[in-house]
Nanobody, 124 residues
Framework: QVQLVESGGGLVQAGGSLRLSCVASERAVRMYAMAWFRQAPGMERECVSSISWDGASTYYADSVKGRFTISRDNAKITVYLQMNSLKSEDTAVYYC?????????????????WGQGTQVTVSS
């Protein structure tokens, strides 16, 4: 069973930066597309960014384009989300996810494995 463990969340002022990390327990994850989702209270879970298994293709939600950068290090079986110029509306629980099929899926239903989530709170 694949386990994903996120870290790097916390409290930051608007305009600040955070870097989220997600480490996988199995090397097979190196061949999976990975993504970061977020969910705010009362809101649906949305895909913030996804990355193909080889890192060659990426997706960003319009709300984070130009501010967030996703990357991965397959040698470390780790995916990162660098978040800059944070806004209060970025406040949410952020989840790491791994999809076993598809090059760059963005729907939550396309992801099989999920981390436990890490809280990101941006104060204005």
């Amino acid at each position: 069973q694949v386990q994903l463990v996120e870290s790097g969340g916390g409290l930051v002022q608007a305009g600040g930066s955070l870097r989220l990390s997600c480490v996988a327990s199995e090397r097979a994850v190196r061949m999976y597309a990975m993504a970061w989702f977020r969910q705010a209270p009362g809101m649906e879970r949305e895909c913030v960014s996804s990355i193909s298994w080889d890192g060659a293709s990426t997706y960003y939600a319009d709300s984070v384009k130009g501010r967030f950068t996703i990357s991965r290090d397959n040698a470390k079986i780790t995916v990162y989300l660098q978040m800059n110029s944070l806004k209060s509306e970025d406040t949410a629980v952020y989840y790491c996810a791994a999809a076993v099929r598809g090059r760059l899926p963005i729907a939550p239903s396309e992801y099989r494995y999920w981390g436990q989530g890490t809280q990101v709170t941006v104060s204005s």
